[in-house]
């Protein structure tokens, strides 16, 4: 009976071993992404004094480290100022990158901005974890543009009636 009992216990055992080694490695098989590039590049510039914006094409390239592609992914970016969201969906295959592109992105306004970059399941249902959600900041710049069109009001309409009498008083004398 004695070894009945050791035989039960053993493969007990043996089966929580194998029931551990089987859930470490399911835990494994899974998406670990990452942000590992945030690329500004600065493009046009509109407005003047506080109005100015720049407007900014930014990349972020999400890494999954994990041995499966990723579910499907949302990645989106917003301005601390102004409150703008903006998202981008994709899935990223595993060892592998993907690029989540944000074209005429607008900063408005002069001064240093905040721009949180998020990433996350896009089905809800999916729970979040440090290996499928995260997010980073990105810090833009804006500096004033200063208007160009001061000066002394009348001034070019001046020049121009002085050159029109100039010709004027010209043919004249001829």
Excluded at 40 to 52: D, N, R, S, Y
Excluded at 105 to 127: C, F, K, L, Q
Aim: with cysteine; charged share 20%.
């Amino acid at each position: 009976m004695k070894s009945s009992l050791f035989h039960r216990i053993v493969i007990g055992m043996i089966f929580i071993c194998i029931l551990a080694a089987f859930s470490i490695s399911a835990a494994s098989e899974q998406a670990q992404l990452s942000i590992t590039q945030k690329d500004p590049k600065e493009g046009k510039t509109i407005g003047t004094g506080l109005q100015t914006a720049i407007y900014y094409d930014i990349t972020v390239t999400l890494y999954n480290a994990g041995n499966v592609t990723s579910p499907q992914i949302t990645v989106g970016i917003q301005d601390e100022a102004d409150g703008m969201w903006t998202n981008r969906t994709g899935t990223v295959a595993a060892k592998d990158s993907k690029e989540f592109l944000f074209n005429d992105w607008p900063i408005m306004g002069p001064g240093d901005h905040t721009v949180v970059i998020t990433y996350r399941p896009t089905n809800e249902s999916i729970a979040r974890t440090s290996f499928n959600s995260g997010s980073d900041t990105l810090v833009l710049s804006v500096t004033a543009v200063e208007d160009e069109t001061e000066g002394t009001p009348g001034f070019e309409l001046a020049v121009l009636l002085s050159a029109l009498f100039f010709i004027l008083v010209l043919k004249k004398r001829e």
